[in-house]
């Protein structure tokens, strides 16, 4: 099915996560880039938090899910795994719904360390679930 068909199936509430995202994934990198996270980390969530592993999922949880993916493959700036977990835990939040940030490290081939970011809602990682086995949890942001 084509982007226009798929647009043609949505129902109101989900077309208007599309911008939503949009903005959200802009405003996010754009925060990522020039404001010192100390700045940031506040507004995530209490730090070393974490929500119920036993929450309900409602269904709003897999349309932000695929929305911001669609989205952020889309976008003409770069949403890294932070820009993505960012935006799916404030799109989740407006909607009520409670989700935890984890960030994590590891060494990459060379050495070298690099950083990842992912989301979970209830028993559900709905956000850099395939690379986060291989990276250790440095914090928690639950909300």
């Known amino acids: 099915m084509g982007t226009i068909q798929k647009l043609l199936h949505m129902r109101p509430g989900q077309l208007l996560m599309i911008p939503e995202a949009i903005w959200l994934t802009g405003w996010y990198r754009f925060q ?3 404001c010192p996270f100390a700045k940031l980390s506040p507004k995530i969530g209490a730090f070393g938090q974490e929500t119920p592993w036993d929450a309900e999922i409602p269904p709003a949880v897999m349309q932000v899910q695929r ?20 935006t799916k835990k404030k799109m989740l939040a407006r909607r009520g719904i409670s989700s935890t940030l984890y960030m994590g490290v590891a060494l990459d081939h060379q050495g070298e360390m690099e950083a990842h970011a992912w989301l979970r809602c209830g028993n559900v990682y709905i956000s850099g679930k395939t690379e986060m086995n291989h990276f250790t949890v440095t914090g928690t942001y639950g909300a």
Do not use: E, Q
Request: charged content about 15%; some cysteine; hydrophobic content about 55%.
């Open 67 to 86: 929305i911001v993916r669609a989205v952020a493959r889309r976008m003409p700036w770069t949403c890294n795994c932070m820009v993505r977990a960012l």
């Open 32 to 34: 990522i880039l020039h």
